[in-house]
């Protein structure tokens, strides 16, 4: 899969600023290349919920795969990842001994839950965090997929802080356009809801003495940081006139990390990967040739 010439000048601006980030980007690179494939959107299954209260419409997926393609794809991004010089020892061991099943990795990485993912690293002697951080590129074909299939059913007014889709937190909010709508922008699935300009997208805070907004000498006048003195998170605010493409909003959270630098300084944190905690049940896909043969798959 070729990526577009926005993606490739994007991953090349930041290979230029950020010379050290070449093994990290090598893993996004081939993420990004990855979730275009076709053999992902068979995946995607329909919602068995329409998001009420707030729920996102990953939580309760069954998701059918075929274990080749997981492998194929684990065997891939562990590649490129030790190619750029990342130990992957410890997890591709255990993946060579099948230790772990593959659909396992893949299930624990797409529900976002960063305890059982430490739990699993413990399972495979991964004390590097290893696992924890591909984690996220790791899910990304299926949540990218889960969000190509499933916009349309996202409901209208999303009066919440987590994406409608994975029930991930914003990784950047924009101020759009020349109304200066704000939308907050999901970094695992590129989703995108409107939201309401004095509200924590993390507690819901809306006294307007505990919001503030940070800037850094850095950063052009579009870019700041908004800020929540009640549970202390913040977010990446971008002024854009179009709506960033899905698959670039990892790529503009990362080329915004001097904010990240500004509001850590000042106490400021992201929360945990999830706001809202999604089960997912991922499962061999059936094949009807052994339906028929009454083998077991």
């Known amino acids: 899969m070729i990526l577009t010439l926005s993606s490739r ?61 997981v492998r194929r794809w684990l065997r891939r991004i562990l590649g490129i990842a030790a190619s750029a010089g990342t130990d992957v020892r410890p997890l ?11 659909l396992v990795v893949l299930e624990t990485a797409v529900s976002q839950d960063v305890s059982r993912l430490d739990h699993l690293a413990r399972t495979l002697d991964d004390d590097r965090g290893v696992l924890r951080g591909l984690a996220p590129l790791i899910a990304r074909p299926v949540l990218q997929a889960c969000r190509r299939a499933w916009t349309s059913r996202v409901p209208e007014i999303w009066a919440w802080g987590h994406c409608p889709i994975c029930g991930g937190w914003p990784a950047v909010a924009e101020i759009r356009g020349l109304g200066g709508s704000r939308h907050l922008r999901c970094g695992a699935c590129g989703s995108d809801w409107r939201t309401e300009w004095l509200r924590c997208s993390f507690c819901g805070q809306d006294d307007h003495e505990q919001l503030g907004s940070l800037a850094s000498a850095e950063s052009l006048a579009r870019e700041a940081i908004a800020v929540c003195d009640g549970c202390n998170g913040y977010v990446k605010t971008i002024t854009t006139l179009a709506p960033i493409r899905p698959e670039h909003v990892i790529l503009q959270d990362l080329g915004s990390c001097v904010l990240d630098v500004v509001a850590l300084e000042r106490g400021y944190r992201r929360p945990p990967a999830t706001g809202r905690g999604v089960a997912v049940s991922i499962v061999v896909t059936r094949s009807r040739l052994r339906d028929v043969l009454g083998l077991r798959p």
């Open 92 to 102: 591709a061991t255990a993946m060579a001994a099948r230790r772990v099943d593959p």
């Open 9 to 69: 000048a994007l991953l090349t601006a930041l290979d230029r600023e950020h010379p050290e980030w070449r093994p990290l980007l090598a893993v996004v690179e081939e993420a990004m290349r990855e979730a275009q494939r076709p053999d992902w959107a068979r995946v995607v299954p329909t919602p068995g919920h329409s998001g009420e209260g707030g729920r996102p419409l990953l939580d309760g997926a069954v998701i059918s795969v075929a274990p080749r393609l």
